[in-house]
């Protein structure tokens, strides 16, 4: 059995709605964020948060996880490597977070000792989280994986705007089509500048492509997502067209 990860405290306040903005004011804050230091652009290791909805719902998807991660170390290991920290929540209140990890044995290791289990959605935990990691040093992204959403869309998009204020671009990836869940996945990622993209239930290669775009991203930046690109990665081709509008 991997060791457990630990905890990750609830942010105070979280259930509280975002203040309501103008569009120019809007508009002015993503200005503010593209102009923020891309990934990559210190030469040190990219670090990614890899977070996941472990409720009951979500087994088979976390099962194809478990073994897709092992292609986000692969893609990067010739651009300066990746530290990855698993994140991922379950139950009526758990939310846990990994150390963090830089060889794909040890996420994998982690990933087999957790089972997914009923309860409902805790992503603004998640979002906060992330920012509190990258309050204490530099992240490139934060990458998650879902199908539903269960809580204030305000909130969450406060949260996604503080991790923007941080740098962190927000990958989101969601199984299936729940439209209350798009709307508000693809308000986080074009808050951060991140990116949003749906894949299909059950389809690794699709997932697999998008993983490997996120990580690369976090390891090298967009002329890493480039160099993907440039090599037919459909992964890395979804992610960019969002993130140059």
Known sequence: MA????????PTGQNQPAATSSRADIDAFLQQVKSLEPAGATGARGRLIFALDATMSRQPTWDMASRLQAEMFATVAAIGGLDVQLVYFRGLSECRASRWVSDARELGGLMEGIDCRTGNTQIAKVLAHARREGERGKIAALVYVGDAMEESQDTLAARAGELALLGVRAFVFQEGHDGVAEHAFREVARLTGGA??????????????????AAAYAAGGIKALDDLSARQSQGAIRLLAQMRT
């Open 3 to 10: 060791k457990r990860p630990d905890s990750v405290p609830t």
């Open 196 to 213: 949003y993209c749906r894949f299909a239930a059950g389809a690794a290669h699709e997932l697999s492509e998008l993983l490997r775009a």
